[in-house]
């Protein structure tokens, strides 16, 4: 059974910073790129993040570039997403998934790429 976890979500002001964790049980950790997602309400859940299967490539939407980083310890199945200089458009629910595909190819953010989902943390940035 396949399961990923993500946690350290909460409610901080504008500039502040979080780190959202996500560890993964069941499969082959460094077999899988590792995404992160998030979803506002009433819009869609979009691609934040990914990491290649070793940490070695990254990828970021242009709205956290420069203020989020991902990485990840294969050693310990997690993966970590550190937000810096949060911004109040940055409320919303924080997924991460892993991708059977190990690389973050070019559909790194389409989620219909991703096999295995978390239920995810609330990220909530007040102004």
């Known amino acids: 059974l396949v399961q990923v976890v993500e946690s350290g979500g909460d409610s901080v002001q504008a500039g502040g910073s979080l780190r959202l964790s996500c560890i993964v049980s069941?499969?082959?950790?460094?077999?899988?790129?590792m995404g992160w997602f998030r979803q506002a309400p009433g819009k869609e859940r979009e691609g934040v993040s990914c990491?290649?299967?070793?940490?070695?490539?990254?990828f970021y939407a242009d709205s956290v570039k420069g203020r989020f980083t991902i990485s990840r310890d294969n050693s310990k199945n997690t993966v970590y997403l550190q937000m810096n200089s949060l911004k109040y458009e940055d409320t919303a629910m924080y997924y991460c998934?892993?991708?059977?595909?190990?690389?973050?190819?070019?559909?790194?953010?389409?989620?219909?790429?991703?096999?295995?989902w978390g239920q995810g943390t609330q990220v909530t940035v007040s102004s």
């Open positions: 069941g499969l082959r950790f460094d077999d899988y790129a």
């Open positions: 990491s290649n299967w070793s940490g070695e490539f990254k």
């Open positions: 998934a892993a991708d059977r595909d190990s690389s973050c190819s070019g559909g790194w953010q389409l989620t219909n790429n991703y096999n295995y």
